[in-house]
């Protein structure tokens, strides 16, 4: 089982920056994917980022040219640099791990708004 420990959000106004980071403990194996989802009051659950273990990358359109994910295979950490936040952007974050199974965080709410 993996553990995931999640940080960052936070309130930030239209056009600002946050980084989030997720650190993972436990059962980890030397190959596997980390990235991020997010979920906004009265939508479904929609993939932000994820990255695997080789640094192969995949984003949402949406966040496309803004959002930066990097991980840390040493510290089996993932973080998620987000640049020129719009309102839509305002989520509950969650970090997921997989390998031969998904793990979640318990998730970071991230709010855009003047």
């Known amino acids: 089982q993996v553990q995931l420990v999640e940080s960052g959000g936070g309130l930030v106004q239209p056009g600002g920056s946050l980084r989030l980071s997720c650190a993972a403990s436990?059962?980890?194996?030397?190959?596997?994917?980390m990235g991020w989802y997010r979920q906004a009051p009265g939508k479904q659950r929609e993939l932000v980022a994820r990255i695997s273990t080789s640094g192969s990358t995949k984003y949402a359109d949406s966040v496309k040219g803004r959002f930066i994910i990097s991980r840390d295979n040493a510290k089996d950490t993932v973080y998620l640099q987000m640049n020129s936040l719009k309102p839509e952007d305002t989520a509950a974050y969650y970090c997921y791990y997989s390998d031969y199974a998904d793990s979640w965080g318990q998730g970071t709410q991230v709010t855009v708004s003047s």
């Open positions: 436990g059962r980890i194996f030397s190959t596997n994917v």
